[in-house]
């Protein structure tokens, strides 16, 4: 990369992200090779492998795109007179807007994971991290075990939505909107 400035990385990097999502919605995931990225991107190979050694990692750059992006349309958010569980709401149903944004790419990857285990454990500390970044967004408290234990139960409603997410064919997202809707009021009546 030689004297690339801090944008150019940047740059650089977005290039390659937006090229494996464009790359996965033209083919399954598991046919796509970082030569393919970088070629796609028009990276040069090394300073690739440089930037993202692998696809997974790539994946999880893009995850933190989308974790900026919701957090950037709340920004200064005031939720006057909300409960946590209609911020949550309002949260991850932006989360799934910004998905849509790549949609078939995002579900070539998804359903790709899903077939490999391996791949699913790699990537869970991504999931958990990006639902802190939600819960932080939301004003949700996630500090302590019961931080922990709402955690763990608000990736585990992601996760559910996501798949819901991913076989939804309604132009405004309903059965995600309810998948969403039906787990965090699960969590509310458990009082987590």
Known sequence: MGTATAQDIIAMKNKLIQACLDLASMQSWSDVSMDDIA?????????????CPDKDSLF???????????????DGEAWDGMSDKDRLFDVLMERFDVLNENRAGVISIINAITLDPKQMICLSPMVCQSMEQMMRVACVDHD?????IKL??????????LRDWVKDDTADMSMTMASVDKGLGYLNKINI
Do not use: P
């Not at 070629?39 to 930037?51: C, K, P, T, W």
């Not at 763990?152 to 939505?161: E, F, I, M, P, Q």
């Open 39 to 51: 070629n796609r991107a028009d990276v040069d190979f090394d300073n690739a492998m440089a930037l």
């Open 60 to 74: 999880m750059a893009y995850g933190r795109q989308v974790d900026l992006k919701v957090a950037e349309a709340f």
């Open 152 to 161: 763990t139960a608000l990736s585990g409603v992601y996760l559910k939505s």
């Open 144 to 148: 302590g075990w019961k931080g922990a």
